[in-house]
């Protein structure tokens, strides 16, 4: 009894973890915020502030280089490439609680615009493939 | 518990914190007694030393030192323990007990008002001067009676706490409602905390500076007790008021300071207030096998 009910914690365990990078919070942003557009976009100084705040708030979890850290996703993605704005900001604003990703709506608006605004510097075509090597290398050092 | 040591060990402790240079802001409201929505961040431990100081008219001057240690267990439950203790002018350093709090934030969006379930035990001496709520009758002649007597009469008791808190345009503006109960057979006490803070800046800077606007938040409380089942209401206990201002270091250490003044013949003129605060970011990576 003691087996099935581990195998059981565990299999819910992985369940929930594959759940934190499934993109489904995407289904509960509303049409007025996906719509929202990054006043600060195309800024040069607003994606360098939106850097020190990521250092700050984001990297611990997300990685120094946004590449992810164990259950916790990589901010340069495919899915980061065609979420809008509005979306990386009602994230930003809301988090995702229930799959680990905690509200940062204590930080004023215009951080949390210059924080996308840095996400989005990074999901260039030239970064994401950047940052696919350099995780290539360390998984080939790592084995 | 000696007080005195961790007073010792606290200028220690920020001078090697200053050294680490982990990067890290907490970015939560500068209150002392009210609690916001906002949680512990997933796998953080937050270790706080509060102090409080106070010479009261017809009592003893007294200082009191809270240790706190908050994890984030969930991005929407943090669990906290405190040790709390005291020292009295001419009269003793005491332990005064200890608190489990747990604090789970039911709603999985952001709302305009957004509620927090807090739930609390404690095992805390009479002698207690922490100030870290006021609930039921609380007036501050009762603090003139000596350690020796209030040390030996201890109070088990749960407490419930319901946070609204609500974010809007850097302003953060918070309610607590209070609900405390001995375990023994004394009634439901009840009492209850409101504050107001607005960060400095509305935008981060490009600099790589350590003491920009954006890393401080002012603000001001007010809290007090609101008597018990019996006889509830605003006569006969103590209501404190205060600005206070902190500073959310990106080295990951927050220091919130400021007066609080009483506001009627039942309170403290002034309680002093310092809280120093560190957070160890994902603490519970030390503890996952490397991946």
Known sequence: MKRVSGVAAVMLGACVLMGAADGSWLKRVPAGDKAKVNPLAGQKEAAEAGEHLYEEACSRCHGKQAEGKGNRPTLISERMKTTTDGELAWLLRNGNSWKGMPSWSVMPDGERWQLVAYMRSINTPATAAGIAVEARKSDGAGQ | MKVRTSVLFVPLLLVLLWLRPMALNAQEPPYFVTYSHVLEEPGNLEVASQNIGASPKNASAFYGQTIELEYGVTAWYTAEVYFQGQTTLNDSTIFTGWRLENRFRPLRSEHWINPVIYVEYEDISHADKSFLE??????????????????????????????LSSNFKGFNVSENFIAEKNVSNEPWEFGYAIGGSHALASHASAS??????????????????????????????????????????PRNYTITAGPEFGLNANSAAVLWRLKASYEFPQVRDLFRRSR
């Open chain 2, 134 to 163: 006021i609930t039921g009758r609380h007036v501050i002649s009762d603090q003139a009676i000596a350690n020796g007597l209030l040390r030996s009469d201890v109070e088990r008791s749960v407490e419930g706490k319901l946070i």
């Open chain 2, 208 to 249: 790589n500076c350590q003491f920009c606007r954006q890393y401080f938040a002012v603000g001001g409380e007010l809290f007090g007790g609101l008597g018990t089942r019996y006889d509830f209401g605003f006569d006969s206990t103590s209501i404190y008021a205060g600005p206070t201002v902190a500073y959310n270091s």
